[in-house]
């Protein structure tokens, strides 16, 4: 069963910076691209960041230039380290994996950015 634990998220003044990170329980990890959303509060979920399998990444133009997403496949663990924070990128952070066909989420952490 895959399972995906999210940590790393709290409270930090705008300007700051938080490292946050995904645990998974997936067999093979380093074969399947993995990404970060984020759903702010009363807003629909959005997507964040994704790094494939080759550790390629993408960015919403939100967060580019400022969030770095990257993995180690080791330790199976993909981090977004979140730089700059300003006070709309409060919400919380969830992983997203997709394997044969099937879409794994994490339950979530907090991260609350205050001016």
């Known amino acids: 069963q895959v399972q995906l634990v999210e940590s790393g998220g709290g409270l930090v003044q705008a300007g700051g910076s938080l490292r946050l990170s995904c645990s998974a329980s997936?067999?093979?990890?380093?074969?399947?691209?993995m990404a970060w959303y984020r759903q702010a509060p009363g807003k629909e979920r959005e997507w964040v960041a994704t790094i494939s399998k080759s550790h390629a990444t993408d960015y919403a133009d939100s967060v580019k230039g400022r969030f770095a997403i990257s993995r180690d496949n080791a330790k199976k663990t993909v981090y977004l380290q979140m730089n700059s924070l300003k006070l709309e990128d409060t919400a919380v952070y969830c992983c997203?994996?997709?394997?044969?066909?099937?879409?794994?989420w994490g339950q979530g952490t907090q991260v609350t950015v205050s001016s």
């Open positions: 997936i067999r093979i990890f380093s074969e399947y691209a």
């Open positions: 997203k994996a997709v394997i044969s066909g099937r879409t794994y």
